[in-house]
Structures are given as C-alpha cells and as structure tokens.
C-alpha cells in the first residue's frame, strides 16, 4: 500500500532534575554543596532511509517519545545524556508543524537528518548556585521540558520527469514499455492509483528515473477525484510529458484536454506551468489517430511545443520521445538549482509572554521563559520559589496582570500551575 501523507507526534526526552546534596565525609567538616546536574532529554530526529518508499510505517505507529536524562548525583556526579530517538523516513519527505504550517525540512537525501523535537536540558544542581554571600545553597533545579509537536509529513516522490494527463490515456503503458516498471494496467479509469516510478536506461551512463502520476481530472487543483495527492507528486519533477489520447474512441478531444490538464497544474501551482512540457500523442497505431494527429500538431506549433507520435502498444515512437526528454532533463539540471521547498523558520524571543482569559475567569500566562520557569522550579524549596518571585518581578508579570483587569483572588494559570493572585 501506498501512502503518501502522515500525522505524527513526536515528544522529546525531558531533561534530569538537579541534585541538591551535601558532602558528608569524615574529618571534612562542613562540606559544602555537592549536588550534580540532570542529564539532557533525548532529541527526536527524523533521518531518510533509501529502503523506504512509503509512509504506511506511520500508520501503524504515530506517537514517538525520546527517554529523559538521567537525574543528577551526589558527589557533583552528572546524571546521564539521553540518547537520540531516530525515526526513519523515505527520501522525499516534506515535514510541516501542524499547528503553524511552517515547513521544518525537506529531506531529499539519503542519511539527511533532522532535529524535529529537542531534549530539555538537565536542571542544575545545588552546587552550581554557590555564590561568594550564599555558601549553601539548598536549590536545585528540575529538567527542562522537551519539546512536543503535531507534525504532517509528505511524501513527494523523487522523480526527474513525470508523465501527465487524463485517465487511461496510456501513461502506465508508456512506463511499463520504457522501463522494467510493472504499474497495473487496465481499460478502465484511475487504474493506477498512486505513483509508480521506473528507470529508463537508453545507453550506458545515461538513464533517468520517470514517474507515472495517477489520472488528473478536471477540479483536481481543488481537492477533486484524489487530486491533491496526485499533484503533489509533479511539483519534484523537472520535465513533464504531457500523455494525449489522439484515437478519440472514447470522444475526447485531445487539444481540449491539453488545456485542461494545464489549467489544473497552473491553478495549484503556478512554478508547474514553467516545466519543460513534451506533447506524447498515443495511440498512433490506430486508424483514427491520423486526423487528429494532423490538427494537433498544427496547434501544438502556436503553442510551441513538440509533439511526438507513439504507440505504447507498438513502442512506435518511444526510443526518440524518451531521447528528447532525457535533452530536456541534462539542459534543465544545468540551468535550474535544486527543486525543494522551501524551508521558514521564525524566532520568537523567549522574553515575550502573552495573558488570556478562560470561560471560568481564570487569567492564563503563556510564553517560553515562563513556561520554563515554573516546570524548572520546585516550589517546595524556599530558594527556589525565591528565585521564582525575583524573576517574575522582572518580567513585569505584575504589572502586565494589573493591565489586564486581574483582581484580588483571581486565579492564575501558567502550564500546570494554578494560584490565587494576591495584591
């Protein structure tokens, strides 16, 4: 089974909570803090595997959690780094957040990795808090969080050039003559109903790889028929060869579909509509090929573009189409960069925090610093929670509240802490 879309969550390892301990050893009196710190939470890292070609793994399986550091030691001992959790994915794979929509990475090449989800870092031990005024520091400091996201993975198959058009007009045909592919073959519409991808070789060193994409129908830019998971397919490709069906037994006209299939290709995404397009007219064996062959290329020549007679059946005609497509390929490749996505990441600074309000009149603190603040903090310490105040008077939280229309005994709520704000 073919699959080419997957939602995943993916969490990654919390870090270690910091020791809080002091030397205890004979003839050494009033030994100082010794507490160690927690170890880092184990990244979530998607890594591309050759021997995948699909998304059916996802599935199965969509939950991915990376194991927490180790918590720290007495002694100034560290607690151990988590390791990574890697999960595999096929050449191909567009990762997006699912939540924002930003696209993470594009992960076209074998062993190409990326960190998807990072490990929070080990809380500090109370050794790490002596000061030259404060000699026996008590806190220490719980792991961070790791991070935790909803992610869309895509895959778009890995294709030099791309045959098109409608339904059963010959393109499996085409690839499975060309190429040592075996896509199904039918006399019946959406016979193949994901992208088969085969190797043309027409001389030593010289090959490329050609993908059958499924049937397109007219309002597949729109979601119609399974158009979306078809044109996903083509936005890889660098050269496209438009499949017509010049026999008109089925009472197309293949100029008409020509312009269709294009206008779905330009409507859901432009960048398509400048591909190197080849005009392949089919069924050439067929006796009533020939007039229409005639008008075809007659209007291909205002249009520019070349038309090339075949028969899938015979394989009339396929040595020089697949000749001219393999041109078209060497001269894009030379013009043209890479075609990937492309990949936005936006900074937020972790200063920022925002207030809302619930329906049951509760005021809601959210922001990065904040956030890691109180999960880092063990409120049963009393330097901690000393620490906690000093630092939320110098966000201006306060404030911020007071602006917001907070009240004595209203209560406040930041990630899993709940208070009573008191004036």
């Not at 935790?148 to 085409?174: C, N, R, T």
């Given at each position: 089974m073919f699959i080419d879309r997957a939602k995943i969550n993916v969490k990654a390892g919390d870090g270690g909570n910091g020791m809080s301990s002091f030397r205890r050893e004979k003839f050494v009196p009033k030994g100082g803090p010794s507490g160690g710190d927690g170890g880092r939470g184990g990244d979530v890292v998607l890594i591309v595997d050759q021997n995948l070609n699909t998304l059916i793994d996802f599935r199965y399986k969509r939950k991915f959690k990376a194991g927490s550091g180790v918590n720290g030691q007495t002694c100034n001992m560290h607690g151990h780094q988590a390791d990574k959790l890697y999960i595999k994915v096929p050449p191909g794979t567009l990762v997006k957040d699912e939540a924002t929509g930003v696209v993470l990475g594009d992960l076209t090449d074998v062993g190409q990795e990326l960190?998807?989800?990072?490990?929070?870092?080990?809380?500090?031990?109370?050794?790490?808090?002596?000061?030259?005024?404060?000699?026996?520091?008590?806190?220490?400091?719980n792991g961070e969080p790791?991070?935790?996201?909803?992610?869309?993975?895509?895959?778009?198959?890995?294709?030099?050039?791309?045959?098109?058009?409608?339904?059963?007009?010959?393109?499996?045909?085409?690839?499975a003559t060309v190429s040592a592919a075996k896509p199904d073959i039918a006399a019946y519409h959406f016979t193949t109903l994901s992208p088969v991808l085969g190797v043309v070789s027409l001389r030593e060193g010289q090959s490329f790889i050609l993908a059958d994409i499924p049937g397109l129908i007219e309002g597949a830019h729109e979601g119609k028929g399974l158009g979306h998971e078809f044109l996903r397919h083509i936005e890889r490709t660098r050269v496209l060869i438009h499949v017509l069906d010049i026999s008109g037994l089925e009472g197309r006209?293949?100029?008409?579909?020509?312009?269709?299939?294009?206008?779905?290709?330009?409507?859901?995404?432009?960048?398509?509509?400048?591909?190197?397009?080849?005009?392949?007219?089919?069924?050439?064996?067929?006796?009533?090929?020939q007039e229409n062959l005639a008008k075809l290329v007659e209007y291909m020549e205002k249009e520019e573009r070349e038309v090339f007679p075949v028969s899938a059946a015979t394989g009339e005609g396929l040595p020089a189409l697949m000749e001219r497509a393999l041109q078209f390929l060497i001269k894009v490749k030379a013009e043209e960069p890479e075609i990937v996505d492309t990949v936005v990441y936006?900074?937020?600074?972790?200063?920022?925090?925002?207030?809302?309000?619930?329906?049951?009149?509760?005021?809601?603190?959210?922001?990065?610093?904040?956030?890691?603040l109180v999960a880092m903090t063990n409120f049963d310490n009393e330097d901690a929670l000393r620490r906690?105040?000093?630092?939320?008077?110098?966000?201006?939280?306060?404030?911020?509240?007071?602006?917001?229309?907070?009240?004595?005994?209203?209560?406040?709520?930041?990630?899993?802490?709940e208070f009573e704000f008191k004036d």
């Open positions: 960190v998807v989800a990072k490990g929070g870092r080990g809380g500090r031990g109370n050794a790490r808090f002596v000061t030259s005024v404060h000699r026996a520091p008590i806190m220490a400091e790791g991070q935790e996201f909803s992610l869309i993975l895509e895959l778009k198959v890995l294709a030099d050039i791309g045959l098109v058009g409608y339904p059963s007009v010959g393109k499996s045909s085409i690839l006209d293949p100029i008409e579909d020509y312009h269709k299939i294009n206008d779905e290709l330009k409507l859901y995404n432009p960048r398509l509509a400048t591909r190197p397009q080849i005009i392949a007219a089919n069924k050439i064996d067929l006796p009533e090929a936006q900074a937020e600074p972790d200063e920022e925090f925002t207030i809302s309000r619930t329906d049951d009149g509760a005021f809601v603190v959210s922001g990065k610093a904040i956030e890691k906690f105040q000093l630092i939320w008077r110098k966000l201006a939280i306060d404030q911020a509240l007071r602006g917001a229309g907070i009240k004595e005994g209203n209560i406040v709520r930041i990630r899993d802490m």
